[in-house]
């Protein structure tokens, strides 16, 4: 395939699968229990942290990770009261992307890292981070593997698993470090502005499609995988930023997923009342 | 001698520092259907909660099926209240009542042979295993209590703790709610403790009653407990418990308005006064 003719085309491929792959597992669980917010939250997290390890000569990406898991472990213990949870998480997203701002400033680098931390560039990506990504992800992946059964059983059950037992706020805090690791690996990708697209939309599009949580949780990550190399492809012919076809797919793909049962209902709905001697009012 | 399901013994429950059951000392016996009945915030969810060990007596002691209550006790089955809004909703019933197998345990989810049967032998014992295929969300109030009561028996438990199952639903569905947790509780010969807020829809199918009202509380037979001078002590307001039609009625006394209202008000009125009070 032509396109994988260049050692970057290589590794932005490499990257994208791991990224995509980890985003579209930890993805449903963070929309299974409604926290995509809170995802979206980590990221602006991580551009302080990434301008802030730049700014003292460090890679972006070790503040990155150490920036979002520690906000994850403190939403965490924050605890789960929603209302003004959202507030708070608020408050602090944009704090963070002033403070990233502030360092920026004083990084007297090249306006264009900034723009590879909004929004993330795959074809930068070298053989050396490839690795970097992939022990990342596998770490992310081992300890949802752990967590999953009472992770699940304390998002679908709350009242119950507690009561049988399952340690909820370690739970939390728990899967919110797993997210922040895999909201990590996603601004990698596409940046902090656009984790959702790899983090949420694949999953909100495989919770509309799938009743069960595992085939769910596969679809997730085969439409994640799917956005990212379609993403990669467009951006070969077009030459625009991959992160743009990524988003595009996957806002896609989702619009289609919440549109189409609707359509089918209506049609349903439509052909029901046909049956039952109502036609004028099918004609609507 | 008798065995018995729960007992306390000069029990006080606090959660949160505010004193719903006051030094209150009684006994459940074991394998009865039992009503849990009071005016919101008489302290049924607070019992229950105190039952299954997540929250601990502010004094006196409790035990339950004879040994101190412990959070993950597999000889008690639950049903909690129902949220409006769960989390999965589009997700198929059988999610829900599989991921109760060994729920507490770390891993991947993996149910096995054993956990699959499992989970077959609980919904057919309520009938419930067409329910399991459907989206959670498409089920009504009353499937939807049929199939996590599925959930709560997996375990086989001795003692079984259903919250408010009978909120938002209709007469008819209620009736078959509660006949089909005494139908389960006779097979399996297990003590079932029912809260609701309303006594008339469990009438002819309670073996006690467990009264909660102003932090005291009292157990027996229907005709023993639901009685003016009970009650009006547990509402701390001179109530008339009146039997017409082989419902009971619970009024508020000295309200010209009382005779007026229909059954269901009228027991919502006397609760009103008492919840205001306690």
């Given at each position: 395939m032509p396109v994988l003719d260049y050692d970057f085309m290589q590794n932005a491929f490499a990257a994208g699968t791991i990224v995509a792959v980890v985003a579209g597992l930890v993805g449903y669980v963070l929309v299974l229990r409604g926290q995509a917010f809170a995802g979206h939250a980590l990221g602006h997290l991580g551009f302080s942290g990434a301008t802030g390890a730049a700014l003292v000569g460090l890679p972006p990406l070790p503040g990155l990770v150490a920036m979002t898991v520690l906000g994850g472990i403190g939403m965490g213990l924050l605890g789960e009261r929603a209302g003004e949870r959202d507030v708070a998480i608020g408050v602090v997203l944009s704090a963070s992307l002033g403070l990233g701002l502030l360092f920026l400033h004083f990084y007297t680098g090249q306006a264009a890292s900034a723009a590879s931390l909004l929004f993330g560039n795959l074809l930068a990506v070298d053989a050396g981070a490839v690795w970097g990504l992939l022990a990342l992800g596998v770490a992310a992946l081992a300890a949802l593997a752990a967590l999953l059964r009472p992770l699940l059983f304390a998002t679908l059950q709350p009242e119950l698993a507690e009561a049988r037992g399952v340690p909820m706020r370690a739970v939390s805090v728990l899967f919110l470090a797993v997210a922040a690791l895999a909201v990590a690996l996603c601004a990698q990708a596409v940046g902090v502005l656009l984790v959702f697209t790899l983090l949420v939309a694949p999953a909100a599009t495989a919770q509309r499609l799938a009743g069960a949580v595992l085939p769910g949780m596969a679809l997730s990550a085969a439409l994640a995988v799917a956005a990212a190399w379609g993403g990669l492809a467009l951006s070969y012919w077009t030459?625009?930023?991959?992160s743009v076809g990524i988003t595009a797919l996957s806002t896609a793909t989702y619009a289609i997923a919440a549109l189409a049962p609707s359509l089918s209902r209506f049609k349903l709905r439509n052909a029901l009342r046909l049956t039952e001697g109502q036609g004028r009012s099918a004609t609507k | 001698m008798i065995p018995l399901a729960v007992e306390l013994h000069g029990l006080t429950l606090a959660p949160g520092g505010r004193v719903v059951l006051r030094d209150v000392t009684l006994a459940v016996p074991a394998g009865r259907f039992v009503g849990v009945l009071g005016?919101?915030?008489?302290g049924k969810t607070t019992l229950f909660r105190a039952i299954l060990g997540l929250l601990r007596p502010a004094a006196g002691r409790m035990l339950v099926l004879g040994q101190p209550p412990a959070p993950g006790a597999a000889s008690i089955g639950y049903v909690p209240q129902v949220r409006t809004q769960p989390a999965g909703a589009g997700l198929r019933g059988w999610e829900f009542v599989a991921g109760?197998?060994?729920?507490?345990?770390?891993?991947?989810p993996r149910l096995g042979g054993d956990g699959r049967a499992a989970v077959l032998a609980a919904l057919d014992r309520v009938d419930a295993r067409a329910l399991a295929d459907r989206p959670l969300a498409a089920l009504s109030g009353g499937e939807r209590q049929r199939l996590l009561l599925a959930q709560a028996l997996l375990d086989q438990p001795r003692l079984l703790l259903l919250d408010?199952?009978?909120?938002?639903?209709d007469p008819r569905h209620a009736a078959d709610v509660v006949a089909l947790a005494r139908q389960v509780g006779q097979e399996l010969g297990i003590t079932v403790l029912f809260s609701a807020h309303e006594l008339n829809p469990l009438l002819g199918a309670l073996d006690e009653v467990l009264y909660l009202g102003r932090g005291a509380a009292a157990v027996g037979p229907v005709d023993e407990v639901v009685t003016t001078p009970v009650l009006s002590r547990l509402y701390g307001a001179p109530v008339e418990v009146v039997r017409a039609g082989g419902r009971v009625f619970v009024m508020s006394g000295g309200s010209p308005a009382a005779g007026a209202c229909g059954p269901r008000h009228e027991q919502g009125h006397g609760h009103e006064r008492g919840h205001a009070r306690a």
């Open positions: 030459d625009w930023p991959p | 005016p919101n915030g008489a109760a197998v060994r729920g507490a345990r770390w891993g991947l408010e199952p009978l909120a938002g639903l």
